[in-house]
Every structure is written in structure tokens, then in C-alpha cells.
């Protein structure tokens, strides 16, 4: 069974840091693309960071230079470091794993990430 866990979410002033992680299983986790996405309330779902199988890295131009995103295939885990945050990060952050023989698209439940003073 297929299953991604993100968890790390919470209320955090801004400026402040936090760190999602997204536990993977039920498949080949080092054969996936991985990517963070976001939505905030009444907005559409926006791509944030991709990690490639081969570890190359994209952001969307708001958090360059802000949030990191990382692997780590021994522990079928992908990672958000997010520094520096604003209230516009608030939102609901899922994450996604693409790829496989099929080009399998699966999504988390959504971990909340509050920015607010």
C-alpha cells in the first residue's frame, strides 16, 4: 500500500524556520521525482521545490534562496527546510512522488504551515 506521511507542519512566527518531512512506502522511493506543493485558501495548488531521482533541485522563485529541499533515499524520506517565512508561505503543503514504470502520480494528506504574528 502506498503511503506518503508528511508531518512538521505548525504556527511559527515570521521569520522563522520549520522543517517538513514526507515518509514514504510501498514503493521505490529512489525512482521518483519528489515535489512540495502548497495551497493556500482560495488559491490553486502551487508547485514550491522538485528534487529529481538524481538529486537536481527547482523552486518556485518566492522561496529561492529560503526553503531547501532534500532526499534521503536510505530513509525513503523528502525533506522541506524553510527559513525565513512569511506570512504568504501559510498554507497547506502536500507532498508528491512521481515516476515508475506507470509515471505514478501520489499525493500525502497535507501537513498546515501557519505564518502569522
Known amino acids: 500500500q502506498v503511503q506518503l506521511v508528511e508531518s512538521g507542519g505548525g504556527l511559527v512566527q515570521p521569520g522563522g524556520s520549520l522543517r517538513l518531512s514526507c515518509a514514504a512506502s510501498?514503493?521505490?522511493?529512489?525512482?521518483?521525482?519528489m515535489t512540495w506543493y502548497r495551497q493556500a485558501p482560495g488559491k490553486e495548488r502551487e508547485l514550491v521545490a522538485i528534487?529529481?531521482?538524481?538529486?537536481?533541485?527547482n523552486y518556485e522563485d518566492s522561496v529561492k534562496g529560503r526553503f531547501t529541499i532534500s532526499r534521503d533515499n536510505a530513509k525513503n524520506t523528502v525533506y522541506l527546510q524553510m527559513n525565513n517565512l512569511k506570512p504568504e508561505d501559510t498554507a497547506v503543503y502536500y507532498c508528491?512522488?512521481?515516476?515508475?514504470?506507470?509515471?505514478?502520480?501520489?499525493w500525502g494528506q497535507g501537513t498546515q504551515v501557519t505564518v502569522s504574528s
Open positions: 508528491n512522488a512521481q515516476g515508475g514504470l506507470f509515471n505514478a502520480d501520489y
Open positions: 510501498g514503493f521505490t522511493f529512489s525512482g521518483y521525482t
Open positions: 528534487v529529481s531521482t538524481g538529486g537536481r533541485t
